[in-house]
């Protein structure tokens, strides 16, 4: 499945996770980290959750969107992840959302869930993972911390009035 996907899948996030984590050592320290699912999450930390050790990673991936109505698909640089992690007592906890857009031609006002390449999934968790050493572990992030995504490319003006994460003002801003 290295082809990108234009639908929204779990359990392939749960897999590669799982395979960087066991296979690979990406967080080879000894404590035992679980990816969940949120679809609710926001990006804001209250004094009570950060005192708890939670932290907020916010990622943009080039998915595929495909609409629920009329089928229409299209790609996207700007499909937002969100994940919300913490490592307390040996456990690591990872909570994800991914962000959806509209499609531009039912304006519908639903939201659709994007799909991606295995190759997108696991620069994503690999970003993800360089937070949770820093964050977590105190290790440098090294070259791999400087910059969001190692290839930005923007084809079209981003439409803000289709994407979820710009109505919740979390998307887009390394741009502002």
Not at 54 to 65: D, P
């Amino acid at each position: 499945m290295s082809r990108s996907t234009a639908a929204w899948i779990p359990a392939f996030w749960l897999d590669i996770f799982d395979e960087l984590l066991y296979d690979d050592n990406e967080l080879d320290y000894g404590d035992v980290w679980t990816l969940n699912f949120n679809y609710n999450q926001t990006d804001e930390v209250t004094n009570d959750q950060r005192k708890r050790g939670w932290k907020v990673y916010c990622h943009n991936a080039y998915g595929h969107f495909q609409c629920g109505s009329c089928r229409k698909t299209w790609p996207s640089a700007r499909a937002v992840l969100l994940f919300r992690y913490r490592l307390q007592k040996g456990r690591g906890t990872v909570i994800m959302r991914p962000y959806g857009q509209a499609c531009r031609r039912c304006q519908d006002g639903e939201f659709d869930f994007p799909g991606f390449s295995r190759k997108e999934v696991e620069h994503a968790l690999l970003r993800l993972f360089s937070k949770i050493r820093k964050n977590c572990y105190g290790e440098d992030e090294g070259d791999e911390g400087s910059s969001t995504s190692s290839t930005k490319v923007w084809t079209k003006p981003h439409e803000k009035s289709l994407c979820e994460a710009c109505r919740q003002g979390i998307c887009c801003q390394e741009d502002e």
